[in-house]
């Protein structure tokens, strides 16, 4: 079946250096991502998204890049900071019924140490 | 606030009995969704509401799981009989229209079936 997932569990990283978190899809068809943050307590917050259509998207302290050709996508984190300590999730968008049908991997735990 | 808002945050109970969760979604927001996510794990989608219907119920694992949208914005997830291994937390999200990227998630009702 479809699913998104992710490589590394949890990953751990020194306050200041920069953060990358992996993520994998098997539904070649899809053509939109999400990365959410989950803080312990609370629901997913949107950080990023990126379309098919395009390789690389920046945001404040945070990149998305997408890689077609492996279905693999990954988010970088400049600087990291202990406020980034989360749970990152990557979100594959499944356009069925004119809704957006969010399917989540099981998520990279992000540890930022001082 | 200004964000979706879930009651209880915090909900025991015990084995075959009847719950209810409440969503609030973000005012003005047409479209919302239900999703339970176990220890873990990443969010699964439940089901789908489009103003007062829904539009997609595939998500809900079986007949003890219901939801209703009355008048197109609270929003409540009834469970009957409850099993232990209904426990998770469930969340509820909004977004402005059906096919709007941005889903904007709750903080959950943690559940726990004794």
């Known amino acids: 079946g479809e699913s998104v997932g992710l490589h590394l569990p949890t990953l751990s990283v020194q306050e200041g250096d920069n953060s990358i978190i992996n993520c994998a899809y098997s539904?070649?068809?899809?053509?939109?991502f999400i990365w959410y943050k989950q803080e312990s307590g609370k629901g997913p917050q949107f950080i990023i998204d990126i379309r098919s259509n395009m390789d690389k998207r920046q945001g404040q302290r945070v990149t998305v890049l997408l890689n077609k050709t492996v279905k693999h996508l990954s988010l970088q984190i400049a600087a990291t900071q202990p406020g980034d300590s989360a749970v990152y999730f990557c979100?594959?968008?499944?356009?069925?019924?004119?809704?957006?049908?969010?399917?989540f991997g099981a998520g990279t735990r992000l540890a930022v140490h001082p | 606030g200004a964000g979706v808002s879930q009651t209880p945050s915090n909900k025991v109970t015990e084995k075959g009995k009847y719950v209810e969760l409440r969503c609030d979604p973000i005012?003005?927001?047409?479209?919302l969704y239900w999703y339970r996510q176990s220890l873990g794990q990443g969010p699964e989608f439940l089901i789908y509401?489009?103003?007062?219907?829904?539009?997609?119920d595939s998500g809900l694992p079986n007949d003890r799981f219901f939801a209703v949208r009355p008048e197109g914005s609270v929003s409540t997830l009834k469970i009957q009989r409850t099993e232990r291994g209904d426990s998770a937390v469930y969340l509820c999200a909004s977004s402005l229209f059906a096919r709007t990227d941005t889903q904007y998630f709750g903080p959950g009702t943690r559940l726990t079936v004794l």
């Open positions: 979100a594959e968008i499944a356009f069925s019924g004119g809704y957006n049908k969010l399917i």
């Open positions: 539904n070649s068809a899809s053509d939109y």
């Open positions: 509401f489009q103003g007062t219907g829904a539009a997609d």
């Open positions: 005012s003005g927001h047409t479209a």
